[in-house]
């Protein structure tokens, strides 16, 4: 047999072929679930022998009493379940009915869901027609049919051609992540036969979040060396889109002050702000240092809307502040102009913590208020094994690192 990474086996699977399979785990029985599924025995049964063959495993023990999950199953039960009540509640946030949104979610087809995600996330039919490898028509059809199960305008046609409408981009991006369920099920089913050879995908805010990811990775890798590690690195706004998006599984760095419905933040330990210079630098001669000493040098403040940048602008809220002509969220870059001249900036103690001695913290007090370094997830995640490996070594790693755990305030 061909083999095919868990993303191809996923994409081969139709959502008849899963809510089937969702039906006989749920029952224990192919006959009941052939009722409630308006199909032959026959038809299940062979659609269930081509869904085991694609994913690669045997889910079901068939007895004379039923058919019942075995544990590769109730891996790929689960995951399969959280694909429709997820479809589900994103019909039911477009504004269908609760009671009729189960319903309607059974009559969209994975062709359906697939030309609403590709027309979203390539901006125009024709684009997704290609990346699908679909004919413009094709993909118009089952675009228009989507529409039509839905009884909602989910397009409109403007002078540069037809546009999907912001509840239809939202549907679209609920639906990708719904969809993102089967190919993790897959991974777990692997990973539970002990192969650990596949991707996660980590957003790294600037500043913190790469610092912290460097501290864990190779640690990490080495005890999952066939495990494939993409980093995403954006700026805070960018990497919440790319996480809601679906193109990150979750983001390391300073957690958000608040937090939107959809997304979690776990916060690791508060890592205050403290104003940074070379070492041997003037300032540094002085017992203590004011605001005023802090006005006679440049700064390298964060860009516009960073963390660090609304820290920089409370510090000196009273009155003109100092020089700051150099933005930027690159630590590398950061590090260079400070080496070597008498610019100042502000990085988190965890930050500082990782710095090699050439950078030392000014003695000028307390700022706040203290960020804290931790992840941000969409709520209601379920991470894979693999995921929850690595989740499992950031928390360990902060919490032997000297940047005030949390839990240590709280006792």
Known sequence: ????????????????????????????????ASEECNLSQPAVTQALAKLEQQVGATLLERRASGSYLNELGKIFHRRTTRLFVQMEEALVELGLPVASAPMIAKRISKSQARSLIAIVETGSFGQAAEALGLSQASLQRAARDLEGNLRKPLYYRTAAGVMVTPAGIEL???????????????????????????????????????????????????????????????SASEMLKSL????????????????????????????????????????????????????????????????????????????????????????????????????LTLMTTYELLHEDGRLVAVPFGPIEPAPAIGITMRAGWLPTQLHQAFIDLVRKHVTDAAVMPLFREAS
């Open 172 to 234: 679209g991006r609920r639906m990708k992540l719904a969809t993102q369920e089967i190919e993790w099920g897959i991974k777990e089913i692997e990973a539970a036969r002990g192969s650990f050879n596949s991707q996660i995908s980590i957003g790294a805010m600037p500043f913190g979040g790469s610092v912290l990811l460097a501290s864990v990775l190779d640690e990490f890798v080495k005890a999952y060396p066939t495990a494939e590690i993409r980093i995403i690195n954006e």
């Open 244 to 343: 809601r998006a679906g193109a990150v599984d979750f983001v390391l760095g300073l957690v958000q002050e608040t937090t939107a419905r959809d997304l979690s933040n776990e916060a690791l330990a508060k890592t205050p702000y403290t104003i940074v210079a070379q070492r041997g630098h003037p300032i540094l001669r002085k017992g203590r240092v004011t605001v005023a000493d802090l006005l006679e040098y440049d700064w390298v403040v964060g860009t516009p809307g960073a963390a660090r940048r609304g820290c920089f602008e409370r510090l000196f809220a009273s009155g003109p502040g100092p020089n700051a002509s150099i933005a930027t969220c690159a630590l590398p870059v950061i590090r260079h102009l400070l080496t070597g001249s008498d610019r």
């Open 1 to 32: 047999m061909i083999y095919m990474d868990p993303e191809a086996r996923a994409a081969s699977l139709s959502f008849r072929q899963l809510k089937l399979f969702e039906s006989v785990g749920r029952l224990d029985s192919v006959r009941r």
